[in-house]
């Protein structure tokens, strides 16, 4: 069965410090990536998306993330992080009409 | 302002009954998904639909049940047939031609409470 999975529940981060979660998913095929945020009190909307081409894909606010075919993986990346960016933020893999999403992981940034 | 509408924000209900969560957009998409989301398992799929007047089922669709009369409407009964009822459900839509794309839209979610 197609799905994704988050290494991480919860990460707590200081100000300033480099953030790096885990997403592997198990789709076969040809497949799309992305990473979706949900801010305290807001819509889940999208951070960034992989389709093809560069396997490094810069989204908003400093994110961006690797994929890694040969690993399955689509790891999200920022190098410095922000109080602004505690969130709970979910991988999510689609090779149709569907999109399965993984369990998520929050992130508190400290300030 | 486009977006999507969920209603009522929050709803409790006794076992036993059915209750239908209102999800209105005004994006002129052509596709619709209802989401169900529990803490440390993300969201899951219970329906969706491509077009109006059709609809299909996800991961987790016993005890749901969706309409599509409308493009810009797509409620979700849960019924009392659902065994775990409580929990936050999100509404979401794209367009078409993007449905392999994961661009959905979110709505602000209604947090079901079973008594």
């Known amino acids: 069965a197609q799905s994704v999975s988050q290494h991480n529940h919860h990460v707590i981060l200081s100000e300033a410090a480099s953030l790096e979660l885990g997403c592997n998913y198990s789709?076969?095929?040809?497949?799309?990536l992305f990473w979706y945020v949900q801010y305290p009190g807001q819509h889940l909307q999208l951070l960034l998306k992989?389709?093809?081409?560069?396997?490094l894909v810069k989204g908003i606010k400093g994110f961006e993330a690797e994929f890694i075919k040969s690993k399955f993986s689509f790891n999200l990346r920022k190098p410095s992080v922000q109080w602004s960016d505690t969130a709970e933020y979910f991988c999510?893999?689609?090779?149709?009409?569907?999109?399965?999403f993984g369990a998520g992981t929050t992130v508190t940034v400290r300030a | 302002d486009g977006g999507i509408t969920q209603s009522p924000k929050y709803l409790f209900r006794k076992e036993g009954q059915n209750v239908t969560l209102s999800c209105e957009q005004n994006?002129?998409?052509?596709?619709m998904y209802w989401y169900r989301q529990d803490p440390g398992q993300g969201l899951r799929l219970i329906y969706y639909?491509?077009?109006?007047?059709?609809?299909q089922k996800g991961d987790i669709a016993e005890g749901y049940s969706v309409s599509r009369e409308k493009k810009e409407s797509f409620p979700l009964t849960v019924t009392s047939a659902q065994k775990n009822p409580t929990a936050f459900y999100l509404c979401?839509?794209?367009?078409?031609?993007?449905?392999?794309?994961?661009?959905?839209?979110f709505g602000e979610g209604s947090r079901l409470t079973v008594l």
């Open positions: 979401a839509s794209s367009i078409k031609r993007a449905l392999n794309t994961g661009e959905l839209f």
């Open positions: 789709y076969g095929g040809t497949v799309n």
């Open positions: 992989y389709f093809s081409g560069d396997p």
């Open positions: 999510a893999a689609s090779n149709d009409y569907k999109l399965s």
């Open positions: 994006l002129n998409h052509d596709a």
């Open positions: 639909s491509q077009i109006v007047n059709d609809f």
